[in-house]
Nanobody
Framework: QVQLVESGGGLVQAGESLRLSCEAS????????MGWYRQAPGKQRELVAA???????NYLDSVKGRFTISRDNAKNTQYLQMNSLKPEDTAVYYC?????????WGQGTQVTVSS
């Protein structure tokens, strides 16, 4: 069974950057969309960024211009580059791969931004 393994979270100060990585342990076929979600304490999980199989992307309004989602198909890996981080970006970040008939989730990585 393919697993998604995330890395790159941590504690940073406001204005700094982090890059999250999400590597699949094997090949996932028929991918529809890859994305990053986040969940802050007491809040619902929200979609932060997504990239479709054709390459189009979309972002949560509050991260537009600061975050960039990308993928490396050869490495079975997706990334989330986060710049100009703000305290309100603090959350657990989850990667997701949606394929035909199946959803895959990472275990989550904590991102904490101090003011």
């Amino acid at each position: 069974q393919v697993q998604l393994v995330e890395s790159g979270g941590g504690l940073v100060q406001a204005g700094e950057s982090l890059r999250l990585s999400c590597e699949a342990s094997g090949t996932i076929f028929s991918i529809l969309v890859m994305g990053w979600y986040r969940q802050a304490p007491g809040k619902q999980r929200e979609l932060v960024a997504a990239i479709r199989s054709g390459g189009s992307t979309n972002y949560l309004d509050s991260v537009k211009g600061r975050f960039t989602i990308s993928r490396d198909n050869a490495k079975n890996t997706q990334y989330l580059q986060m710049n100009s981080l703000k305290p309100e970006d603090t959350a657990v970040y989850y990667c997701n791969v949606r394929a035909v008939g199946r959803d895959y989730w990472g275990q989550g990585t904590q991102v904490t931004v101090s003011s």
